[in-house]
């Protein structure tokens, strides 16, 4: 399965490509939520609800 | 082989020795000699005193800043600081997700006129804030902020955090680090006050912070060193806007460089095995 990805160029190339792509997605998802838990308490969505009544849509952080 | 060593020297080969070192003795004599004729009084209350360390919650590689004290020390720097030092650097959007809302950040910029374009006829006119206004100071320039403060500039706080040794150390314990009286024998210029953190001792800005200066939002005890923790937050965010995701790129950096270093070590080793356990044996021709 793996040597028939390599086989062709243009193949080998698009596996690099959307390998790289899903790959930084997953990584960047993991450790943002890994951050965002290890500074929980801290970040202004955390202590938000403190200072401002409501959730707060989209347009409004 | 030790004969030679034991050999005495040349006649002529001692003499240049025994002049060499009395050059470099007359010489480091006459640098010792001058340099004790100045003395540089540079003692350790021209420099200031250091500030302890404070445990910031921000300190450490993954650490993000707290923003409900960047929250509080806003309010702080435009109750209190705002009066005196200007913040040229930060413009309302910058708050919005850090310390405010979008509307809130909107409803502070809109209390404020700034300028707008000139009508049809060139007459000046103006107009409400908007959220990529910078922050206005207290003074319109540089002479009117010093006829305010018996000549003293108060400096722009944007970059205070980083413009001097200590950073939020030396903030807070200048904030906090006002004595009572000054000490025995101190003699202070006229318009300047005590203070042992500022170089020189002397200092244009009196104490500042005094407890239940300001009503926190969220009912935390405004206490003295509280306002200064905050305030100094709030500078620190200010000089270091990117503080948060730059620590988190950087956990990122680390590892993406640290799994390829290993990677590499391996390919390395992984290539070099064979050349390096291989065994070359000549068989000499046999005649």
């Known amino acids: ?61 | 082989m030790f004969k030679s060593s034991a050999r005495l020297a040349s006649p002529w080969a001692q003499r240049a020795m025994a002049t060499t070192a009395a050059t470099v003795g007359l010489g480091a004599s006459y640098v010792l000699y001058q340099d004790s004729m100045t003395a540089n009084a540079m003692t350790a209350s021209e420099h200031g005193l250091h500030p302890p360390a404070y445990g910031w919650s921000h300190n450490g590689m993954f650490e993000t800043f707290d923003h409900a004290s960047i929250r509080r020390g806003f309010q702080v720097y435009r109750e209190v600081c705002a009066a005196c030092h200007s913040l040229d650097r930060i413009a309302w959007r910058n708050l919005v997700g850090v310390s405010h809302t979008a509307s809130e950040a909107k409803a502070m910029a809109e209390e404020l006129e700034y300028d707008d374009e000139p009508d049809d006829e060139g007459n000046p006119r103006k107009r409400p804030g908007k959220l990529a206004d910078y922050i206005p100071g207290p003074y319109p320039n540089e002479q009117a902020a010093r006829a305010g403060n018996q000549g003293a500039l108060p400096p722009d706080l944007s970059l205070i955090v980083k413009a001097r040794h200590g950073g939020c150390d030396y903030l807070f314990a200048l904030l906090t680090g006002y004595p009572e009286e000054p000490p025995a024998g101190v003699v202070l210029p006229p318009g300047s006050n005590y203070n042992p953190y500022f170089p020189g001792g002397a200092i244009a800005m009196g104490r500042v912070l005094f407890d239940d200066l300001v009503e926190y939002e969220d009912g935390t005890p405004a206490t003295t060193s509280q306002m200064a923790k905050d305030v100094t937050t709030f500078l620190n965010w200010a000089a270091e806007p990117e503080h948060d995701d730059r620590k988190k790129w950087g956990l990122k950096a680390l590892i993406i460089t640290s799994s390829l270093f290993l990677l590499s070590v391996w390919v390395k080793k992984f290539k070099w095995q064979p050349i390096k356990n291989r065994k070359i044996v000549w068989n000499p021709p046999r005649k």
């Open chain 1, 1 to 61: 399965m793996f040597s028939a990805l390599i086989k062709r160029n243009s193949l080998y190339v698009a596996t690099i490509f959307t390998g790289a792509f899903a790959f930084q997605a997953f990584f960047d998802a993991t450790l943002t939520k890994w951050y965002e838990n290890h500074n929980k308490g801290k970040l202004w969505h955390d202590v938000r609800g403190k200072f401002v009544e409501g959730a707060g849509d989209e347009d409004d952080e």
